[in-house]
């Protein structure tokens, strides 16, 4: 056991958190804590570690447990240089090198004294060779190789181990405090969204360190793909308790979904109950005599004994949101050619071209700094690109969602910015659609100022809901949203019939609404006709073909599914253009094939249906005594099962 968290209790005047809130860690456990924002999730990891007092329970941990905390947000206001503040976090390690150093030097002073019998220098290489053996046990060799490899995996360059942390952004010095963190190694490592400052390569790295670190690791995040990839353990707070599912996001997301369905059956069966029960005892006391009014009383007493069930909240009716275009583009949505751009020396791409067709949805991918939010903002007008020709299509309608929030005002409510933005709209309707995104009541009076991250995410997504756009260009747009507000985005973007092109690190989000991948790598833009899996699946040899020179043209360009993506290549080797066209055809073989998949599935409901039906007519008494009906009724039944076993083994074929 590493920690063991009892009977927690933890209140604020407006709101109760935790109430008798347990859960248990051990030595080797990689739990996720989950839960909708608001829930509590960033308190109790501060209850943790003593940042924060409960009102009530305990948290245990075994003498000589070494933890390590990652907040959200970590500063840092002196000069330390990144490279020095990552030693800080090995301080007996740093301290033995340092004295092993001093002793090298008093050792190479008393031999040039040429005091060999001296009785110091016997008593100080005694000492050196202690001090050295214990160095070594401790990874002192390795230590400092570590350092970098940890800050290389987390995305610093080497020049970048030498800048001072008081010069970093908020993003930067969160990333270098949690290289720290991982460098320190302490039994327990707890991480509260350590996702938010990083690309998809560096949470790539931080995935591989994490599952195979030998320590536990508790962490806080709204990244469902890293937590499929890390937890084997998920803690969700649930009714102010917490419940341990044993399995990654995924598993703990159907089991969760199970127990909610029971939870609920369970409530609103009681609530039948009651109701019925309110209803007999009103009808007794209706008789208005003696004999009734006792076993009236009797009920009620009955009934307030009655241990009532909470209703189990259902976070994904809580936010609505649905994305429809006023009026359908034409089929050419963009044509951008010869695009170029660059700061100073930095180069982003070169010549680039894009081509956008009527319902594709297309995500682009890649590391910090590559250019990506760039090229949105060159396509929304808000940068100007060195170069190049940018066309939209016929009724081309263009929606926009900034990472940065910069389109919202400030100084304004969040009911001004809505009615200035649509002034058609009247209160109602714009009440209804705060409300959609869960600003009620005296919340519309709120300054945009005031909000948080995830706030003026939920606000610009409203504004996105109500513009009617044909053509969405989104950056980031699940920063700051938890997981459940991202999986219902995710629904409205996979059922959003217009087009899409939009910039995320959220590798779920990514694989679940993208047709067409773009990545951006080395002023290149690969293209993958497949979300995310495929990109993995492909990525090798996609990008290792132009590596390898297989590729005439120095400039890369992504296109429509109607348009080549790439140059010829030699006759010895498969061109681009027919990588190209076996990914389409690899496209069209799963669209195929999940069409077939749906007409299964939709055949084994209506047999399951009709199989339930038989059923009942089987165990009517009415047909108890007809036995012709009833053999025509089992003959039925068993045709339908068997029909049911062929359609199973069939759905598992489509499914595999």
């Known amino acids: 056991m590493i920690l063991s968290c009892q ?88 301290g033995m090198e340092c004295e092993l150093s001093q002793l090298e030097k008093t ?99 931080l995935e591989t360190f994490l599952k195979n670190y030998k320590g536990c690791v508790l962490i806080v995040s709204h990244d469902r793909y890293f937590l499929d990839m890390v937890a084997d353990k998920v ?109 100073g020396d930095l180069h982003l791409f070169d010549h680039t071209d894009l081509f956008i067709r009527r319902g594709e949805h297309i995500a682009i991918i890649g590391d910090n700094g590559t250019g990506k939010t760039t090229l949105l903002k060159i396509l929304t007008g808000l940068e100007d690109a060195d170069g190049g020709k940018i066309d939209f299509g016929v009724k081309v309608q263009v929606g926009y969602y900034d990472q940065e929030h910069q389109e919202l005002s400030a100084d304004k409510t969040l009911f001004e910015e809505i009615s200035d933005a649509y002034p058609s709209l009247d209160n109602t309707k714009i009440r209804n659609t705060l409300a959609a995104f869960l600003f009620t009541g005296d919340d519309v009076y709120k300054k945009v100022s005031s909000l948080s991250g995830g706030e003026k995410g939920r606000l610009s997504l409203a504004k996105l809901m109500l513009s009617g756009a044909n053509f969405l260009i989104l950056d980031e747009p699940t920063n700051h949203l938890d997981i459940t507000s991202r999986e219902i985005l995710q629904n409205a973007i996979r059922n959003y019939p217009g087009t899409l092109l939009y910039v995320s690190h959220d590798r779920y989000f990514v694989n679940t609404t993208a047709t067409r991948l773009l990545h951006l790598s080395g002023g290149h833009f690969y293209p993958y006709e497949g979300n995310y899996d495929y990109f993995l699946e492909k990525r090798d040899t996609v990008e290792g073909a132009q590596a390898a020179g297989n590729v005439i043209s ?54 399951e249906e009709e199989s339930a039906d038989l059923d009942t007519q089987l165990s009517d008494p009415k047909n108890g005594t007809n036995l012709p009906l009833l053999q025509e009724l089992t003959k039925k039944k068993a045709s339908a099962e068997e029909a049911l076993e062929e359609l199973y083994a069939l759905w598992d074929k489509l499914a595999e």
């Open 7 to 94: 009977n927690i209790k933890k209140t604020y005047p407006q709101q109760t958190l935790f109430d008798g809130a347990s859960f248990l860690l051990n030595e080797h456990d990689k739990a996720a804590l989950v839960g909708m924002n608001g829930a509590g999730k960033s308190t109790l990891l501060k209850m943790l570690v003593d940042l924060e007092p409960s009102d009530e329970g305990s948290v245990i941990m075994p003498k000589g447990i070494t933890v390590g905390y990652l907040a959200q947000e970590n500063d840092a206001g002196d000069d330390e240089t990144i490279y020095e503040m990552m030693l800080s976090y090995q301080p007996e390690l740093t």
């Open 235 to 343: 803690i969700s707070i649930e009714e102010r308790k917490l419940v341990t599912y044993q399995g990654n996001y995924s598993d703990y997301a159907k089991k969760s979904a199970e127990r909610l369905k029971a939870r609920l059956s369970a409530f609103y069966k009681q609530q039948a109950e009651i109701a019925h029960e309110e209803k007999v005892i009103e009808k007794l006391k209706s008789f208005n005599r003696e004999k009734s009014i006792k076993r009236a009383e009797s009920r009620e007493k009955k009934l307030d004994r009655i241990e009532r069930i909470e209703k189990p909240e259902d976070l994904n009716d809580r936010m609505k949101l649905s994305l429809e275009p006023d009026i359908e583009s034409g089929k050419d949505v963009l044509s951008a050619t010869g695009l170029s751009k660059s700061f």
């Open 107 to 205: 050792m190479q002073k008393l031999q040039l004294e040429k005091a060999a019998d001296d009785p110091l220098l016997e008593e100080t290489i005694h000492k050196y060779t202690q001090l050295h053996d214990a160095f070594e046990q401790k990874g002192g060799y390795e230590y400092r190789s570590r350092l970098e490899g940890t800050l290389g995996g987390l995305g610093f360059s080497e020049e970048e181990f030498y800048r001072p942390m008081n010069t970093l952004s908020g993003g930067q010095k969160t990333r270098a405090h949690l290289a720290g963190l991982l460098f320190q190694s302490p039994d327990l490592i707890i991480l509260d969204e350590p996702t938010n400052h990083l690309d998809i390569a560096a949470t790539e790295w």
């Open 554 to 607: 120095d400039h890369t360009t992504y296109a429509s599914s109607e348009a080549p993506v790439m140059s010829d290549v030699s006759d010895d080797k498969a061109s681009a253009k027919d990588l190209w066209q076996q990914q389409k055809a690899e496209q069209a073989r799963l669209k195929k094939q999940k069409q077939q998949l749906e007409e299964c599935e939709a055949k084994i409901a209506a047999l």
